[in-house]
């Protein structure tokens, strides 16, 4: 049963460019999360997502970020306009559907550096 | 979600237990604690979860007091590969099992 997959595992992009980080969950998972983890820093919360809904983006920056997961493929955290600041780690984490147990599942995360 | 206080560092000789506090005194009744931990910037992975009663698990033991404010992660056997960032946070079990803030963590070294 393969993990959380996230790519790409590393991006460079230059101030004002668009980067595009895909998750794929873990087989029979549903519900996906995406967190920032800045240098040095915890992980923070963005966005909670199931197939075709934003259940939760409370954590996501107003301007320039959104996320989607499609009814088929993979959860995508997009970013408009890159700046420095947004460079960063970012994991995307699954659950099974209807779980209670709350554990999370984690991918090897993307690393974004905006140049 | 209640916030959680954890040293931000501890050392750990090999082959010794290794006990990690968290303080959570805002803690509410229906709240779990979970620890998590992250080894050098791969993804969190999920150690253990309790609400009330100590749990144990084949990585670890979670002991959490009777008033619910604290509780210790023990690994009983540390090895070098333990050598990581834990992350203690509460929540409560939901339709968001996500949301929590993992905040700074206890870096953890085990050493020699």
């Known amino acids: 049963n393969a993990g959380v997959m996230q790519n790409p595992r590393h991006l460079v992009r230059r101030r004002g460019q668009e980067a595009r980080l895909r998750c794929s969950p873990m087989?029979?998972?549903?519900?996906v999360y995406w967190y920032r983890q800045l240098p040095e820093e915890g992980l923070k919360f963005m966005v909670y997502?199931?197939?075709?809904?934003?259940?939760?983006e409370s954590g996501m920056p107003k301007e320039r970020f959104s996320a989607e997961f499609p009814k088929e493929g993979p959860s995508i955290l997009r970013i408009q306009q890159v700046v420095r600041g947004d460079s960063a780690a970012y994991f995307c984490?699954?659950?099974?559907?209807?779980?209670?147990?709350?554990?999370?599942?984690f991918g090897e995360g993307s690393r974004l550096t905006v140049l | 979600d209640a916030k959680t206080t954890q040293p931000p560092s501890m050392d750990c000789a090999e082959g010794r237990a290794a006990n990690l506090p968290c303080n959570h005194s805002?803690?509410?009744?229906?709240?779990?604690v979970y620890w998590y931990r992250q080894i050098h910037s791969q993804g969190p992975q999920y150690i253990i979860h309790?609400?009330?009663n100590n749990e144990t698990n084949e990585m670890a033991s979670l002991i959490i007091t009777e008033d619910r404010k604290s509780s210790t992660l023990i690994l009983p056997h540390a090895t070098l590969r333990d050598t990581a960032v834990y992350y203690c946070?509460?929540?409560?079990?939901?339709?968001?099992?996500?949301?929590?803030?993992f905040g700074d963590g206890t870096t953890l070294t085990v050493k020699p």
């Open positions: 984490a699954s659950s099974a559907r209807g779980t209670n147990t709350g554990e999370l599942f």
């Open positions: 087989k029979g998972h549903s519900h």
């Open positions: 997502l199931q197939k075709e809904n934003i259940i939760d």
């Open positions: 805002t803690i509410s009744g229906n709240e779990y």
């Open positions: 309790g609400l009330k």
């Open positions: 946070i509460v929540r409560v079990l939901g339709t968001n099992a996500g949301k929590s803030t």
